[in-house]
């Protein structure tokens, strides 16, 4: 009888790698590489940018920040913009236009101790601006506390390609909210 041949140990489990070296990419190395090099990522920016892709689907990402450059912050959302043009006290002042999108689809980049806040009445909507030039770039409305209203001005240029202004009588602002049919969902996935 002739002994078993003892079975070898059964490979470690793969551990997450940052290389595309020792990553199996197979007919899609070379592509990979290229793309890289080209678009001048590291292989972690690269998987950012198509996990970014895949994820926001029909999104652009936007950049934008305040005039002194201290609040700075992205923003996925369509690259076709519908811009509400709200009257109520505070919005009429400030001439805030602003499109609204979830929190989840806003990061701020840098700036969080430049930022100070204001708010009023019912204290819902959290008028955010910098401290050092006093720029709204975005703010936290009190029709969406779950997003961010962003104020289209203070994007980077080269993301939008059409606006839509809709005005809404803040003013009214009770009255308003009920009779406006997808204000209150703006800010949801």
Not at 48 to 54: C, M
Not at 88 to 95: D, R, V
Request: glycine share 6%; with cysteine; hydrophobic share 30%.
């Amino acid at each position: 009888m002739v002994p078993a041949t003892p079975l070898p140990p059964p490979p470690p489990p793969p551990t997450p790698t940052s290389s595309v070296a020792t990553l199996d990419l197979g007919d899609q190395r070379e592509r990979w590489e290229t793309f890289q090099k080209r678009q001048r990522l590291t292989f972690e920016g690269a998987a950012k940018l198509l996990l970014d892709t895949f994820e926001y689907q029909g999104l652009v990402k936007h950049t934008g920040g305040c005039h002194c450059g201290a609040v700075r912050f992205e923003v996925w959302a369509s690259a076709d913009l519908h811009i509400f043009d709200c009257n109520c006290s505070i919005c009429k002042k400030k001439q805030n236009r602003h499109f609204i999108v979830p929190a989840s689809r806003f990061k701020l980049l840098k700036g969080a101790e430049s930022i100070t806040t204001y708010t009023f009445n019912t204290h819902k909507a959290q008028h955010t601006f910098c401290k050092r030039c006093g720029v709204q770039s975005f703010y936290t409305p009190r029709s969406n506390p779950g997003g961010f209203g962003i104020a289209p001005h203070c994007l980077d240029e080269g993301t939008v390609r059409s606006v839509v202004i809709e005005e809404f009588n803040g003013s009214d602002w009770e009255k308003a909210m009920k009779e406006h049919k997808t204000i209150k969902n703006m800010s949801k996935e």
